[in-house]
């Protein structure tokens, strides 16, 4: 039986706890959206080094940090979130992903495992679920089960495709609509507890990984994609255009930025500002 606590992660999303929402797409797009809207993505655990040496990977404690308190976490943790609340609602076949990330990559880069993803089964269909991927991405399900055909979503055209042994999720380039970019890809190969343990790992302690060198928070306010990346604050709307830029110049109003993502900072916040 779930020990989940799916009361108060349908009231962090600002939805009703009662009726539980039934297992069906409808549903599944609605917790994708209201996840993002929600809780942030962010990586302070590794800039501040606030917690043990090692940043555990561990369902209770990401649990507690995501859902009951005001924080946010990464990739690892906020798909593990959402696997433990789509089990709990009695969505089917739900499994985590292990993906490579092309976006932004040359095409003989090679890139680890280093994002992780959802998948479950609805009514036969496969769809893929991602609330961890920061940049750009669908905010709604992907159809996995449909390949090389144009999937049109708030914010552009995506599409499935299988090559190498592998499968893409691509974004049609919305300026040359020929053009399709892949975000990532992944293997049919089955994810098991102890390859997300090692790829987290990587992901918050090694001191090449994207986390360990930068600070970064994502999050959907406004139905616009807000960023900061080390000094700079970034408004998107859902059609990827920026609309606001700001250079962070003093820690006070780093602070007040990470407010209005809905952050509590940890006590001992000492460090935020490195990247300043």
Not at 128 to 151: K, M, W
Request: net charge negative; aromatic share 10%.
């Amino acid at each position: 039986m779930s020990t989940f606590p799916l009361t108060e992660y349908l009231e962090r999303l600002s939805l009703p706890p009662t009726p539980l929402p039934p297992p069906t797409l409808e549903t599944l797009t609605t917790l994708m959206l209201s996840h993002m809207k929600s809780i942030p993505f962010e990586n302070l655990d590794v800039v501040l080094r606030a917690t043990p040496e090692v940043i555990p990977f561990d369902k209770e404690w990401i649990v507690n940090k995501l859902v009951k308190s005001r924080r946010g976490g990464y990739c690892f943790e906020q798909s593990t979130v959402l696997i433990e609340a789509l089990v709990a609602l009695g969505f089917e076949q739900v499994r985590p992903i292990l993906a490579r990330v092309r976006w932004g990559k040359a095409l003989d880069q090679q890139t680890g495992t280093t994002h992780m993803l959802v998948t479950c089964v609805i009514d036969g269909v496969t769809y893929l679920a991602d609330v961890g991927f920061a940049g750009t991405n669908s905010v709604a399900p992907i159809n996995l089960s449909i390949s090389d055909e144009p999937q049109e979503k708030p914010e552009g055209i995506f599409k499935v495709s299988q090559r190498e042994g592998y499968s893409y999720l691509e974004m049609q380039d919305r300026n040359v609509k020929t053009d399709w970019r892949p975000l990532y890809c992944w293997s049919p190969l089955p994810v098991q507890l102890p390859d997300l343990e090692m790829c987290n790992y990587f992901s918050c302690h090694y001191p090449a990984a994207r986390f360990t060198s930068q600070f970064f928070v994502s999050k959907l306010i406004d139905n616009q994609r807000c960023f900061i990346l080390n000094n700079t604050f970034v408004r998107r709307n859902m059609e990827g255009d920026k609309v606001e830029e700001e250079t962070i110049k003093t820690r006070q109003r780093l602070l007040e930025l990470i407010d209005y993502f809905g952050i509590e900072l940890p006590v001992n916040s000492e460090g935020i500002d490195r990247y300043l």
